[in-house]
């Protein structure tokens, strides 16, 4: 059984920033992509940035330039920067992990608050 386990979400206001961590127990070796979704009230999830194995950046236009998804293979745990928060980046992030055989995994999520 993969564990997907997200920290590091809480209130901020705008303008600031929050680092969120992923921490998975799969073999890395057998991931191809890793990411993070968010989810706002009354909206569907969407991506906002993705890693593969071979270190392809991938980020949803709303946060480019502001947010930086890295991942320490040593550590088996991906990370996601988000700098210059707005209202607007406000949901719940979950943390995504996709096999190279299809299977994919979530965590339960942590919620970002960006109001003042």
């Known amino acids: 059984q993969v564990q997907v386990l997200e920290s590091g979400g809480g209130l901020e206001q705008p303008g600031g920033s929050l680092r969120l961590s992923c921490a998975v127990s799969a073999l890395f070796f057998r991931i191809r992509v890793m990411g993070w979704y968010r989810q706002a009230p009354g909206k569907q999830r969407e991506l906002v940035a993705s890693?593969?194995?071979?270190?392809?950046?991938n980020y949803a236009d709303s946060v480019k330039g502001r947010f930086t998804i890295t991942r320490d293979n040593a550590k088996n745990t991906v990370y996601l920067q988000m700098n210059s928060l707005k209202p607007e980046d406000t949901a719940v992030y979950y943390c995504?992990?996709?096999?190279?055989?299809?299977?994919?995994?979530w965590g339960q999520g942590t919620q970002v608050t960006v109001s003042s």
């Open positions: 995504n992990v996709e096999y190279r055989s299809g299977e994919a995994y």
């Open positions: 890693i593969t194995s071979g270190g392809s950046l």
